[in-house]
């Protein structure tokens, strides 16, 4: 069965095409980045008038690069939830209208649990039950999963996401947007010990994770402490560039203890997981990779890591998803709608 996946949440416009849930025959991103650059985030009206322009041509690339045409696919799924609803209801009203016309099952899928499917393709199938670990740019959560299908979150951010967290301390480190790559290589060849920020640890037994109060810490750290009438005494202009390749790196270590420590809480607390699935944007960076590996290792656990191009947003993740939920017998008709927030 080959499944068509759809995503815009955001500001990729992704298609993909997949067989039987798990082999990836084409995946195509188009990134917005460079239309969103100039205002240091995702402009929601730019990102959706850019996918109505690409989502064609998107998927016509998909299926061209699997060497397909639209006659031969047996599915369609689309993220319809959480994300930008204008960007959303692009991808939903294509999904719908390929989906109808072709007379084949639309599933909608959740774009958080869609990532944690990125790290099962091109594998085999781990055990469950698994705990899952979504660090985006919009979530960063951890899960109890039964299957791909069924889970329940354990612990989410009350605040920003980790991905947003790169982002913003990227923007203080005077980087362009998209922060969290940039601000990996910043880091590169600094100290991350040579700066104490704060990691929350919200309570003995919170699995919920925060990241505003080091935000804040790396702002100061930065820029100094504002006076009274809110004017910061530098700019990260004044400092030397080992100086901000210190504080990139001394941050992102901050990030990843953060991560590290609720999982080694959940990993405590559900001790019949013998599997870790990881995925989102952040997972793309190299040192929470490597902190990731040494985790499981110590841990005896199963991990799968998303290969580097299914860290970020795409359609195979989607496909994939969609094709699990087609064999779990979910379907759902053309009422899809778009919807802002996340199932769980
Ligand atoms: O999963 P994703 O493409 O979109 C969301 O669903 O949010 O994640 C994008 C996020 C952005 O915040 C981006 O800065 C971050 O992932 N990101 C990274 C890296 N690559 C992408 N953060 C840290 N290090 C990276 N290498
Ligand atoms: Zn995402």
Same mark, same amino acid.
């Given at each position: 069965?080959?499944?068509?996946?759809?995503?815009?949440?955001? +500001?990729?416009?992704?298609?993909?095409?997949?067989?039987?849930?798990?082999?990836?025959?084409?995946?195509?991103?188009?990134?917005?980045?460079?239309?969103?650059?100039?205002?240091?985030?995702?402009?929601?009206?730019?990102?959706?008038? #850019?996918?109505?322009?690409? %989502?064609?041509?998107?998927?016509?690339?998909?299926?061209?690069?699997?060497?397909?045409?639209?006659?031969?696919?047996?599915?369609?799924?689309?993220?319809?939830?959480?994300?930008?609803?204008?960007?959303? @209801? !692009?991808?939903?009203?294509? #999904?719908?209208?390929?989906?109808?016309? @072709?007379? %084949?099952?639309?599933?909608?899928?959740?774009?958080?649990?869609?990532?944690?499917?990125?790290?099962?393709?091109?594998?085999?199938?781990?055990?469950?039950?698994?705990?899952?670990?979504?660090?985006?740019?919009?979530?960063?959560?951890?899960? /109890?999963?039964?299957?791909?299908?069924?889970?329940?979150?354990?612990?989410?951010?009350? +605040?920003?996401?980790?991905?947003?967290?790169?982002?913003?301390?990227?923007?203080?480190?005077?980087?362009?947007?998209?922060?969290?790559? &940039? @601000?990996?290589?910043?880091?590169?060849?600094?100290?991350?010990?040579?700066?104490?920020?704060?990691?929350?640890?919200?309570?003995?037994?919170?699995?919920?994770?925060?990241?505003?109060?080091?935000?804040?810490?790396?702002?100061?750290? !930065?820029?100094?402490?504002?006076?009274?009438?809110?004017?910061?005494? /530098?700019?990260?202009?004044?400092?030397?560039?080992?100086?901000?390749?210190?504080?990139?790196?001394?941050?992102?270590?901050?990030?990843?203890?953060?991560?590290?420590?609720?999982?080694?809480?959940?990993?405590?607390? &559900?001790?019949?997981?013998?599997?870790?699935?990881?995925?989102?944007?952040?997972?793309? &960076?190299?040192?929470?990779?490597?902190?990731?590996?040494?985790?499981?290792?110590?841990?005896?656990?199963?991990?799968?890591?998303?290969?580097?191009?299914?860290?970020?947003? &795409?359609?195979?993740?989607?496909?994939?998803?969609?094709?699990?939920?087609?064999?779990?017998?979910?379907? +759902?008709?053309?009422?899809?709608?778009?919807?802002?927030?996340?199932?769980?």
């Amino acid at each position: 069965m080959l499944t068509l996946g759809i995503e815009t949440s955001c +500001d990729e416009t992704a298609a993909a095409i997949v067989e039987d849930g798990v082999s990836v025959r084409s995946s195509v991103v188009a990134s917005q980045h460079e239309l969103h650059a100039e205002y240091g985030g995702v402009v929601p009206e730019i990102a959706s008038r #850019a996918h109505v322009e690409r %989502i064609v041509p998107i998927v016509r690339l998909a299926l061209d690069g699997a060497g397909v045409s639209l006659g031969d696919l047996g599915s369609i799924g689309v993220g319809h939830r959480p994300g930008l609803i204008g960007p959303l @209801l !692009v991808g939903v009203s294509a #999904a719908k209208s390929l989906a109808w016309t @072709l007379g %084949i099952p639309l599933i909608g899928v959740d774009h958080v649990h869609a990532h944690l499917y990125a790290g099962l393709l091109g594998g085999d199938r781990p055990a469950f039950p698994a705990l899952g670990l979504v660090v985006s740019g919009g979530h960063s959560s951890i899960y /109890r999963m039964d299957s791909p299908t069924v889970l329940a979150r354990l612990g989410a951010t009350i +605040d920003d996401a980790v991905g947003e967290a790169f982002d913003k301390a990227a923007t203080v480190l005077g980087l362009e947007h998209p922060g969290g790559p &940039n @601000l990996e290589r910043l880091a590169q060849g600094g100290d991350p010990k040579s700066h104490e920020l704060p990691i929350s640890r919200l309570g003995k037994d919170s699995l919920d994770f925060s990241f505003s109060g080091l935000k804040t810490a790396m702002l100061y750290a !930065v820029r100094g402490r504002p006076d009274s009438s809110g004017h910061f005494p /530098r700019t990260h202009e004044d400092h030397s560039e080992q100086a901000r390749r210190d504080l990139a790196s001394s941050f992102q270590h901050a990030c990843i203890s953060a991560i590290t420590l609720k999982l080694a809480r959940a990993a405590d607390a &559900n001790p019949d997981c013998r599997t870790l699935l990881t995925g989102g944007g952040v997972t793309a &960076n190299t040192p929470l990779r490597d902190a990731l590996r040494a985790f499981a290792e110590e841990r005896g656990l199963d991990l799968r890591l998303p290969e580097m191009r299914f860290c970020v947003d &795409n359609g195979a993740m989607i496909a994939g998803l969609a094709h699990e939920r087609l064999c779990a017998g979910i379907e +759902d008709d053309l009422t899809l709608a778009p919807v802002p927030t996340t199932a769980c």
